[in-house]
């Protein structure tokens, strides 16, 4: 059989393929429509210490190569999370990771702190990169200072794997990364959405309510993969990479360019089973070729 788990931290992943948070609610939306044995791992919407109504509508836009979202990190809150949201999570087959953010640092921990003892969870990501809330959000991964003291409080309450997701809009996202790494991140996640906005011309108005939201889809690929790049050659734990990601020549592209995994986003809201999918050919081309996932992860050949 050709290898295709990864491990992050302490845990193994049957697979390198998960669903990134904010596509794929918490999972439940998607009983029936998909396989869970092969999605890697279920990164959950995000989970705040309170819950949260979300932004006003209009928070979604489609645009050319992608779409716009504003939506702002609705959920339920911790208390809820657990006792709603945990039940189904935990019957699933895939990893169980936890987007956790908070408006304070002292949120971030705090979350942590609620969920760690609570089973089914396999690890946490924390978001340092929503560009769509007043508060928190980007601000925590736009200063290196900030990010590694917020990821260094949160790695004194859990000993379970813990992944920065950063966002691209910052000058230098590597300084970010090393800064986490620093910290006790066991791995990084990127990109985030990229900071865009688009007008209606009839009525001379933005398209979001908050003017500005984030950009997802195929059009952000080609960002998502230099920054991934970079952050590979930045650091030395392990990038999980996000940005476009739609189809199986599009996974291998992030791998080859070091990531140990990929995040499949947008291409849920038109494929529920776009991950699945990318697994099982991941497993066929492994096959084909004779290749562990191993063999393809930094393979990328460069002159010179
Ligand atoms: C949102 O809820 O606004 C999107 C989530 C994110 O960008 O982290």
New binding site residues.
């Given amino acids: 059989m050709n290898e295709i788990a990864i491990r992050i931290g302490s845990v193994e992943f049957a697979n390198p393929i998960m669903v990134a948070?904010?596509t794929f609610g918490y999972a439940e939306e998607f009983d029936g429509l998909v396989d869970f044995r092969e999605i890697g791992a279920v990164v959950t919407k995000?989970v705040t210490l309170e819950p949260r109504p979300?932004?006003a509508p209009p928070r979604i836009y489609e645009t050319a190569a992608g779409m716009l979202?504003?939506?702002?990190?609705?959920n339920v809150g911790v208390k809820d999370f657990i006792d709603q949201k945990m039940p189904f999570l935990r019957t699933l087959q895939s990893r169980i990771v936890v987007n956790v953010?908070g408006v304070t640092a002292k949120d971030y921990v705090a979350v942590v702190a609620c969920l760690d003892s609570v089973p089914g969870i396999d690890a946490f990501e924390l978001?340092y990169?929503?560009?769509?809330?007043k508060q928190g959000g980007m601000s925590f991964s736009s200063n290196a200072q900030i990010a590694e003291a917020v990821t260094a409080s949160v790695r004194k309450e859990t000993k379970k794997p813990l992944i920065a997701?950063l966002t691209p809009n910052v000058t230098s996202i590597s300084d970010i990364g090393r800064a986490v790494e620093q910290g006790g991140a066991d791995a990084l996640s990127a990109i985030?959405?990229l900071v865009g906005m688009a007008v209606d011309v009839r009525t001379r108005k933005p398209r979001l309510s908050t003017i500005t939201g984030?950009l997802s889809g195929p059009a952000i690929k080609p960002i998502a993969l230099a920054k991934v790049y970079e952050l590979c050659k930045s650091v030395s734990i392990p990038v999980v990479a996000i940005g476009g990601i739609m189809n199986l020549h599009d996974a291998l592209e992030f791998f080859m360019v070091g990531a140990i995994a990929v995040q499949v986003g947008t291409a849920n809201f038109m494929n529920p089973g776009c991950a699945a999918e990318i697994t099982r050919d991941l497993r066929c081309y492994c096959q084909q070729q004779d290749l562990n996932l191993s063999d393809l992860i930094g393979s990328l050949e460069v002159d010179g």
């Fill in positions: 948070s904010g995000t979300g932004n979202n504003s939506i702002g990190l609705p953010a978001n990169s929503c560009p769509n809330v997701k985030n959405t984030g």
